[in-house]
């Protein structure tokens, strides 16, 4: 209603409406206990082992998405125009294979932990393979969460398999290790020489902070990004992105948003939106942190569901500030922000193991 342009608004306000309330509402309802709960994350690992492998065959053969002149990018079936898909997807079903592996272990099979932890661990070549810095950056944050709380032992236990399989895949048999390291140094390289693709990004988060400042409290409007962009960057933005290979012809992506989720709400919404938006993820966030931590001193079966809600969560968050909800990937956002809410917020007798 306070945008500048309310009928534009209101696609933007259904997207949003259906991302973080509805998807979640109806994943904390339909969840009744850590059994469906590890349904649900189950099915986020087969999703990843299904595109994590379409991935690295699309690297080995040469007809994944185009980077760096070749077309070896790992996409999945997500296609070029949509990196961040595959990543995305991968990142969510590592993190939920690694929780699983701390299951505690009266009810749990044998073959439990060795075939959570080999699925993390061969998750993380298609991951290294999606050339993906925001999505490295997230895995890395959650895992670190997770490992943090479940204890020394189980951490070093869990990062010494993710580590030496890392070394042994991309070290040992060099797979992608020389592009991959480029990319890497890529990373602290934003104010030296960066790349085209970080200088556009940071124009764009120029822009959107410009819109917030143009309008602090609301913002310009939920879907207004692009229509206020080019009055608010520098002549420094590229007029798109290129985007080709994964069997698409060359095509030049307008850039539509500034791909950092939190200037995105902050520049269409202004604070208003950005603190009942975010505020809701940190209460998620702490709420987790806060019933896994009781969970881990009694013990409960049911610790693993809070470990993936966590790490997922935490993945999110900081993933959110190198990307922004678009594409096919982001239903798994309301999935995955309805299964922190139902660690957060489910009565006690709905957390009992099955």
């Known amino acids: 209603m306070t945008a500048t342009d309310p009928v534009a ?44 492998a379409t991935g690295v065959h699309q690297y080995v053969t040469g007809s994944g998405a185009s980077y760096m002149g070749e077309e070896i990018r790992a996409v999945g079936t997500f296609g070029p125009g949509d990196v961040m898909g595959m990543a995305t997807v991968v ?39 999606s050339f993906s810095r925001g999505a490295w950056i997230a895995t890395a944050a959650g895992a670190v969460a997770m490992a943090a709380l479940t204890g020394a032992r189980q951490a070093l236990r869990t990062l ?44 764009m988060w120029a822009a959107a902070a410009g819109m917030w400042r143009e309008r602090p409290v609301t913002g310009v409007g939920l879907k207004a990004f692009p229509a206020h962009r080019d009055g608010h960057a520098s002549i420094g933005l590229s007029a798109g992105s290129d985007t080709e290979g994964a069997g698409q012809e060359f095509v030049r992506q307008p850039l539509l948003s500034p791909h950092n989720m939190y200037l995105l709400v902050l520049g269409e919404q202004g ?28 013990r409960a079966a049911a610790l693993d569901c809070g ?28 999935v995955v922000l309805g299964l922190a809410a139902w660690w957060a917020l489910a009565a006690p007798e709905r957390m009992a193991a099955a």
């Open 271 to 298: 604070l208003v939106g950005f603190t009942a938006l975010v505020g809701g993820w940190a209460a998620l966030l702490v709420g987790g942190v806060c019933r896994l931590v009781r969970a881990r001193a009694r």
């Open 91 to 129: 990142g969510y079903g590592l993190l939920s294979a690694a929780a699983y592996a701390f299951r505690p272990g009266a009810a749990r099979p044998r073959w439990a932990v060795p075939c959570a932890l080999g699925a993390a661990a061969v998750l993380v070549v298609p991951l290294a393979l």
């Open 307 to 334: 470990l993936a809600a966590v790490g997922l969560t935490v993945w999110q968050c900081v993933d959110f500030l190198y990307a922004d909800i678009g594409g096919p990937s982001t239903v798994l956002t309301g």
């Open 160 to 203: 010494a398999v993710l580590v030496a399989a890392a070394v042994v895949l991309v070290g040992g048999f060099g797979v992608g290790s020389q592009m991959l390291s480029q990319r890497l140094a890529s990373i602290t390289e934003v104010t030296n020489a960066p790349d085209r693709s970080v200088t556009d990004r940071y124009t």
């Open 9 to 52: 608004a209101l696609p933007g306000f259904v997207r949003y409406l259906q991302i973080f309330v509805l998807v979640p509402a109806a994943v904390l309802l339909l969840v009744r206990d850590a059994a469906d709960f590890r349904v649900v994350t189950g099915a986020l690992v087969a999703l990843a082992l299904v595109q994590g």
